[in-house]
């Protein structure tokens, strides 16, 4: 979902201390177990010694000025505070593996964790719970989403800050062209997956195909797959969290579909796209449709107006079964091997209160979806009608693991690309009931144990 940060690490030097070097996988540690200065400053002395250094990590960001004031925001705060800070911003691929080697090895204090590492690696984050709890209290309460999502065992492993948003980028007079009800209007589009289908293949026809990362990337490929398995009457696991439901005749069907609308309507280099894949390819005009965040538009009125005129979002499309998408939130965790727990705990606390956040998730404009209820009607939302759909992604939203509870077994299955594995299988091979099959005995080496 990027087209600002680098391939690969940006490392932003606020001081000159250098970090452990990666070394072990992620999922191998987890199967081991303007505001004036002053006002930065506690009402108390600091429960930490002034002197200390403070290391972050976090993805990149899509947003390339909500990074910069992250940075600015952390740089004032160690300055108010006597602390040292640094931050690293991994390409989303590498997060995993540097906070697994972070764990076994030290290297960072505060780790950006995406939806499931709070139960991968639970053993080994600091409970941040009245902290959690105090910040959702100050917004009005948490959306649905986050609370499914983001507790562990009814405690707050880290303090949540939502998850960035994700529909169905379009070209308006290109959709227009294709027959699309109320193109001109993405909040009026409401179309199901075999409709979407078909303006693909009629766009293909015209040399504008759609285009969808099917590759191991944390964003738009689970983004996309997990809502159609949805879509499609399938599911990893049924509601008591062990009987696997992923081989289900309507989700063969449905992959089946899939497949030929593969061939038919989609740039079929597809399968080894990431995140950024298909925001240059939106953006160089290559593709008329991908399932992407708000970044496309928000840089293309940046960098090319004309495109972002023509550029709107609609809501993922329906299936059978109904209107899903896969949407948990992140978290930022303090990692128990810290040196500088106590400083850590309260740059968070400080950061989460409204100045500081409010600023934050404000400056992306919708691009990272409200954690709690009042910034649902946060001003932000009604500066511009082509980011209104994004607002509505939480009613619809769902977690790993669905119809079971979010856990250490639905997170396993994600960082293992299951699902998008069998959708990369099934257009690659042809056979959406032996991709299917495939997908299925994988999950029951995890969910049977």
């Known amino acids: 979902m990027k087209d600002h940060p680098k391939k690969g690490k940006e490392r932003v030097k606020l001081s000159r ?24 400053l506690a009402a108390k002395a600091p429960a930490f010694k002034k002197g200390t250094s403070l290391s972050i990590l976090q993805g990149s960001y899509f947003i390339a000025p909500g990074q910069d004031l992250y940075k600015k925001q952390a740089q004032e705060w160690g300055e108010a505070n006597g602390v040292t800070m640094s931050a690293d911003f991994l390409n989303w691929p590498d997060l995993q593996p540097k906070i697994g080697a972070s764990i076994q090895a030290g290297g960072y204090d505060i780790v950006e964790l995406w939806p499931g590492w709070n139960y991968l690696y639970k053993n080994n984050l600091v409970d ?19 609370l499914v999502s983001g507790k562990v065992s009814g405690r707050w492993l880290g303090m949540p800050h939502g998850y960035s948003n994700g529909s169905m980028a379009y070209r308006i007079e290109w959709f227009k ?28 026809a015209k040399g504008k195909p759609f285009g969808q990362a099917l590759g191991h990337s944390t964003g738009d490929p689970p983004g996309y797959c997990y809502p159609y398995m949805w879509a499609n009457g399938a599911m990893e696991v049924q509601k008591d969290g062990k009987t696997v439901a992923f081989n289900k005749p309507q989700f063969v069907d449905g992959m089946q579909k899939f497949i030929q609308a593969w061939k038919d309507g989609y740039d079929e280099t597809g399968t080894s796209w990431d995140d950024s894949n298909n925001n240059r390819a939106y953006l160089s005009e290559q593709i008329s449709s ?84 009042k910034y649902y009607n946060d001003p932000t939302w009604l500066k511009d009608p082509k980011m209104l759909p994004f607002r509505e992604q939480p009613k619809y939203g769902i977690n790993l693991g669905y119809a079971g509870p979010p856990n250490e077994k639905a997170a396993m299955a994600w960082s293992k690309y299951i699902v998008v594995d069998t959708f990369a299988k099934a257009v690659q091979g042809g056979d959406a009931k032996q991709a299917i099959e495939w997908g299925a005995d994988q999950l029951k080496r995890i969910y049977d144990r």
Not at 33 to 40: A, F, I, K, N
Not at 303 to 309: G, R, S, T
């Open 128 to 146: 941040v719970h009245d902290m959690a709890e105090e910040f959702g209290k100050r917004g009005g309460g948490f959306e649905k989403y986050v």
């Open 290 to 373: 991908t399932f992407n965040g708000s970044s496309i538009y928000f840089n293309a009125k940046r960098d090319k107006p004309e495109l972002a005129k023509d550029t709107h979002h609609m809501l993922i499309p329906k299936g059978p079964a109904g209107r899903f998408y896969w949407l948990e939130t992140r978290t930022f965790a303090i990692l128990k091997n810290s040196k500088n727990i106590p400083a850590a705990k309260e740059f968070l606390k400080w950061w989460f209160q409204d100045k500081q956040f409010g600023d934050w998730w404000r400056l992306q404009e919708g691009y990272m979806l409200q954690p709690v209820v």
């Open 17 to 40: 201390r250098d970090f452990l070097k990666a070394g072990a996988a992620g999922l191998g540690v987890a199967a081991m177990g303007g505001l004036l200065p002053d006002m930065l």
């Open 177 to 204: 062209e294709a027959g699309c009800p109320n193109a001109e209007d993405g909040n009026k589009v409401d179309l199901t997956w075999d409709e979407y289908f078909a303006i693909a293949k009629k766009l293909k």
